[in-house]
């Protein structure tokens, strides 16, 4: 806990140096146990908007312009996270290089986020998100807003456009449940990263589009020679120790960092990894704990069949003192176990089971990694599409379903 707490106290200390003032806000100690439900607030009205949220969050007045008035949360939830507004920097100009570039410096087990979006395969490496936790993209003429929240592991992706009009997002310095609350820089809204949800502003109640994202190690980047990488440069426009995890021993502790919401249940512990799979309406979590046993799950969301896949070999992000050399926690990733003709628009409907040693379609005998792509067999190169899947802990998956 002590490793803990000082990586934190560097972290936060060096964010608000970055912005240019020398004093943050004290962190609070981690609790023994999560904190019990807040007491409940004002009944939400129409469009779930509160009608007296409670005193504005302390310091918010003189960094934001942000309609204050416009809220579907109490302000009592939201805790300050230590930096001010922008102390953690978003990378708003991001640069990409080639998987081969970027073998350099990223080790096969680290853990990288993978985006797949109209044709593109591009990897932001969790070393650099860790210390912006934002970054703003464009991909064809498109914003794309790629997200890493440390504090519950979730990390996700947007299309960053309301009606019509493209965001931008930066950290508003204020965690809600131990998630980052965000802000976009048009209206000045404050955003759920977690649910991508409007909170407090203009768009309160409203929510962004979610992409889908992955978790996965970076030997399973190099090992897709079908696909053209590009990979985000550490070339950011920040100075910051790449590589090294200011989170040291995090998703070892009983408890959340700053954490006070909804009483975790206690079917799983506070920190065990769950992948949140969402199809329309309905969202379902898959404990890491029933992955890693399983190896290949199924089940129905939203009137649709899924596969979860789950693999050994990423390091946990979150543990030791360099990603690259965290304890093995593995990887999972949910796909629609059909593939789809383009040309003839036929569907083929795939079963998979685990075999002992790989996992395999029972069709045609082909092997499938956790990318969701055949590695080897009849369907080798193919790729499974992706329902929207959200690593998380299993304190944060539960608070957000309240």
Known sequence: MRILMVSLTILLV?????????TTEKAEQPADRPASRP????????????????????????????????????????????????????????????????DQWIRPQEAVLVLR??????????QILMWHEIVNDVIDGASVIVTYCPLCNTGVAFKGEID??????????????????????????????????????????????????????????????????EVLSKETGQSRPYGNNPYQGYDTNSSAFLYAGPETPDEYET?????????????????????ESEKVTEASIG????????????????DAGRLAEGRDVGSAQAYYPVLEDRE?????????????ESIRDE????RWSVSGRAIDGPLVGAQLESPVSINHFWFSWNAFQK
């Open 271 to 291: 920190m065990e990894r769950v992948l949140a799979v969402q199809v329309e309406d309905d969202e379902r979590a898959f404990p890491f704990e029933q992955l």
């Open 14 to 22: 060096s964010a608000a140096m970055a912005c240019g003032t020398g």
């Open 39 to 102: 007491a409940a607030g004002p009944a939400a009205g129409p469009g779930g908007l509160i009608e007296n949220p409670g005193p504005i969050p302390s310091g918010a007045l003189g960094e934001f312009s942000t309609d204050f008035t416009r809220s579907t949360i109490t302000f009592e939830t939201i805790l300050s996270g230590g930096p001010p507004k922008d102390g953690i920097p978003s990378i708003d100009s991001p640069t990409f290089i080639s998987r081969e570039a970027a």
């Open 164 to 229: 019509g009009q493209s965001l931008d997002f930066g950290t508003t310095g204020r965690l809600r449940y131990s998630n980052l609350i965000m802000y976009d820089r048009q209206s000045e809204t404050w955003w759920q990263q977690a649910s991508g949800r409007g909170l407090i502003g203009e768009y309160a109640g409203r929510s962004l589009p979610m992409l889908p994202i992955s978790i996965l190690p970076w030997n399973e980047v190099l090992e897709d020679e079908n696909s053209t990488v």
């Open 344 to 356: 003839s628009g036929g569907v083929t409907p795939l079963t998979f089971k685990w075999d002992g």
């Open 303 to 318: 009137g649709r069949r899924v596969v979860v896949f789950w693999q050994p070999g990423t390091a946990s992000a979150l």
């Open 363 to 366: 069709e045609t005998g082909s």
């Open 117 to 126: 979006y109209e044709g593109r395969v591009r990897v932001y490496p969790l």
